[in-house]
């Protein structure tokens, strides 16, 4: 249903972004010319026969080809999903670590000197746009510093159905400032929530009968506290990693990342309608994977829910 | 033993070093589309494709058309409507096929097919024959003096490599096909194709059999080419010496990159001229003296200075000044006179002003949206409320050209390097085969009929009277505002001796290091 919307939702906005044609025969063609591709590609036809035909397409997995390049969209699309998943998880494990460990140390160490300046200076990647944050790393680590490469992914391995950069040391280098630079956003986030629950939690009857029974501050942090805590976390963690995916495409125009942000970025200029639809429709594909896994890890992490299911088993 | 085995060690650490150090690593905004010569008709993918494929004849450095594949030509002297071609010999393919004029054939007739994007360009021709298997003859449909200037981005495939690979017709987008010579490719140029992903980095060695060794200072052993889209990036990357060359430097770091050491800044003028079209049919802009009083109203000068910080030429014609039918005369743009501009309003019934929208793209020509609100303002002074309408070029195009605008921006290149190409375009009635980008609405039977004669016209100075006298309407019309010519720039590396080539192509067999 949720992938039924979006698909529709693409198709109304692809109405406004433009007409590719004059993209694809250049600026010598003639007023027949156009119209004879015009009616080539279908692109007369009212919206929702091309709704329709798509729709029918999608399901078998056939998005036809991009009109820029004319290389088969699946296969396009495949080919950069690599790039993108290994600096969207990069980034996502980034936000998650940091997130959580320093969200930690900011709800026990309340109001010391470090804690305040972590969470001031936090403040910057929720409030500075991404590309700013992006172009001011390459400014500091590449054109100042010269530790780190300012675009690409370096080089990558080929192992056939999978590029990955995490082999070599250049493709090491290249994902350090990207990762950053997506993941900031979302560490603030996990930071600031992970704080704030736990200062909740740590206020609670049972905490302080389990220091009235002596425990140590380590056993109580991590082993009573923070299994309380990580519902919530979890939840904004999964749903954040949809955004990280979808907001990568920024990312990835900055540091001119080759994952499916950059290919949806030049679809867009080009009126690329075939590449546009299939990545919209993967984007949503990829929220409903997500939220379906966020809501089994609850299980997991909550005996309640668990037991919930065993009794209505019985 | 133990000597035999240094000997080969040495050898290999100094052929890589002198490898790394004639290696050049070009990045632009933009990617090539494909690696098919013929399916599309756009400057990246002609720049790369340059490197790899040659064409019978090109455009050098400075934009001067020079033998490639072709050692000379001209027109038989008792039949004007046929070109004669002698082809360079002893040429071979990177697959180590022989050059002869039976690719030339195969790839002028793949260039008409359909699905080519440079059949337009090649409208003019009849038939492609060889005469011998270094000698082929064009036949044009009618005498066409300036067929050369059509064929400097046509590309020679191998007919055999072709037939092998099935890729005997570009890919036609229409049909939904892909063919393997979006990704491969097997020229006579300077360059071969080592690896190539698309948006990401193409990789080309020197080609070790170049015919044209001896021509060019082939000091280059290796492109890496990296398209990066990001302008600040872009800088950035060549600042902090990740790459060597890179064009399209933004205006606003110009400065910064000459200022560095070890980086030098090229500066030329670009064949594209920026103008404003207005609805000469319906509306205030169809009194002609409303479209005076907005010319003089434009201040080129200060848009030089303010917007485009000094890097740009301002004109008074819609033609940069590599085209045939330049003149000084034409190019000199008129004084920007408020007070005249004010009282033609007032001649045409206009004092109190009125409101119009002006159509712009925010993401086609060098600080296009910029160069929109200064006209905003300029026209304001006179009265004109205009309301600014930006949009990316996708968008923006098809309004500007289907006569859905009154006011609108444009810019024009002329790969043919000759005033009827503008003519054809723009100034021609808009009808199903002429006149595609011209929607003011203009229309002169006598006018339209002299640029119909242009085509096979072979008496080149009464050409270039008719050329003139059709300068002379299109300035009196005035349904175009002239605003300037683009200039280029390329950042580069101190020690790399490079010309802006005007058509933005970097031919890198043409690069020295000093």
């Known amino acids: ?314 | 033993m133990f000597k035999k085995l240094v000997i080969p060690a040495v050898m290999i650490s100094f052929t890589v070093a002198s490898a790394s150090a004639e290696t050049v690593r070009w990045a632009r905004a933009g990617d090539a589309i494909t690696m098919d010569p013929h399916a599309q008709n756009e400057g990246p993918t002609h720049a790369l494709n340059h490197q790899i494929y040659d064409s019978l004849l090109q455009r050098d450095m400075s934009g001067a058309i020079i033998p490639s594949l072709a050692t000379d030509w001209s027109a038989l002297p008792d039949n004007p409507k046929i070109w004669r071609f002698n082809l360079r010999k002893g040429v071979k393919f990177h697959n180590g096929a022989s050059f002869d004029s039976e690719d030339v054939v195969f790839s002028l007739n793949r260039a008409r097919a359909d699905g080519s994007e440079m059949k337009e360009l090649l409208s003019s021709i009849k038939e492609v024959r060889a005469v011998d298997s270094h000698v082929i003859d064009i036949e044009t449909n009618g005498a066409n003096p300036l067929l050369i200037n059509n064929l400097t981005n046509m590309f020679m495939m191998d007919k055999d490599w072709s037939e092998d690979n099935d890729v005997t017709t570009p890919h036609d987008v229409a049909k939904g096909e892909t063919n393997f010579a979006t990704m491969n490719t097997n020229g006579t140029g300077a360059f071969m194709l080592v690896s190539r992903s698309v948006d990401e980095k193409t990789v080309l060695k020197a080609n070790p059999n170049y015919w044209g060794k001896d021509n060019y200072p082939n000091q280059v052993t290796e492109i890496i080419y990296t398209p990066i889209q990001s302008s600040a990036t872009r800088v950035a990357a060549l600042l902090s010496g990740e790459v060597d060359i890179i064009q399209d430097v933004p205006v606003q770091d110009l400065g910064r990159v000459s200022s560095t050491d070890g980086l030098q800044l090229a500066t030329a003028a670009q064949n594209r001229v920026i103008f404003l079209g207005l609805n000469t049919v319906e509306g205030p802009t169809s009194e002609l003296k409303v479209r005076q009083a907005m010319n003089i109203a434009i201040n080129r000068d200060s848009i030089k200075k303010v917007v485009m910080r000094g890097q740009s030429d301002p004109t008074g014609v819609i033609m940069p000044p590599f085209v045939n039918g330049w003149t000084k005369e034409l190019n000199k743009y008129p004084a920007y006179d408020l007070d005249k501009a004010k009282a033609l309003m007032a001649e045409a019934g206009y004092s109190s002003g009125f409101d119009i929208v002006l159509n712009c793209p925010n993401d086609r020509y060098i600080n296009d949206e910029a160069i929109c609100q200064a006209a905003v303002g300029m026209m304001a002074q006179i009265g004109i409320n205009v309301t600014l309408d930006a949009k990316p070029k996708a968008q923006h195009f098809p309004i500007a050209k289907g006569g859905d605008a009154d006011f609108y921006m444009l810019g024009w290149g002329v790969p043919t390097f000759d005033s009827h190409y503008i003519f054809n375009y723009l100034v021609h009635t808009q009808t199903e085969d002429r006149g595609s980008w011209n929607p003011t609405g203009y229309s002169n039977a006598d006018v339209d009929a002299m640029i119909v004669s242009l085509e096979s016209e072979t008496d080149l100075s009464a050409r270039n009277d008719t050329i003139a006298k059709i300068w002379a309407n299109v300035q009196d019309a005035q349904m175009y505002l002239p605003i300037h010519n683009q200039v280029l720039n390329w950042g580069m590396k101190s020690n790399i001796d490079f010309d802006v080539q005007p058509e933005d192509q970097p031919h890198f067999q043409f690069l020295k290091f000093n």
Not at chain 1, 85 to 96: I, P, R
Request: cysteine-free.
């Open chain 1, 1 to 314: 249903m949720v992938l039924l919307l979006v698909a529709l939702v693409s198709f109304i906005i692809f109405r406004y972004v433009g007409n590719p044609v004059d993209n694809i025969l250049g600026q010598e063609a003639t007023m027949a010319q156009r119209a004879a591709l015009e009616d080539a590609l279908g692109l007369n036809q009212p919206i929702y026969l091309q709704y329709f035909d798509f729709l029918v397409s999608a399901v078998q997995f056939e998005f036809g080809n991009s009109y820029r390049g004319a290389l088969p969209v699946a296969e396009l699309i495949l080919s950069r999903l690599p790039a993108t998943l290994e600096l969207a998880v990069t980034s996502a494990v980034f936000g998650v670590f940091f997130g959580i460990t320093l969200g930690i140390y900011t709800a026990i160490n309340r109001g010391s000197f470090i804690s305040n300046f972590i969470l001031s200076s936090s403040l910057i990647g929720v409030s500075l746009p991404t590309f700013l944050i992006g172009v001011l790393l390459i400014w500091i680590f590449s054109v100042e510093l010269n530790w780190l490469p300012s675009f690409g992914r370096g080089e990558v391995i080929d192992l056939g159905w999978w590029t990955t950069g995490f082999l070599t040391m250049s493709g090491l280098k290249s994902l350090i400032l990207p990762s950053i630079t997506l993941g900031l956003y979302q560490m603030t986030l996990v930071m600031r929530l992970t704080r704030a629950e736990m200062l909740e939690v740590l206020k609670q009857d049972y905490i302080r009968l389990a220091y009235s029974l002596g425990l140590t501050n380590k056993q109580i942090y991590f082993f009573h506290a923070l299994p309380n805590i990580l519902i919530p976390v979890i939840t904004i963690a999964g749903l954040q990693l949809g955004s990280v995916i979808a907001f990568a495409i920024i990312t990835e125009t900055v540091f001119q990342w080759p994952g499916v942000g950059l290919l949806f970025i030049n679809a867009v200029y080009y009126v690329d309608i075939p590449v546009m639809s299939a990545y919209l429709l993967l984007v949503g594909f990829a929220f409903v994977i997500i939220n379906l896994i966020v809501d089994l890890t609850y299980i997991l992490i909550d005996p309640r829910l668990r037991d919930n299911q065993l009794k209505s088993e019985r």
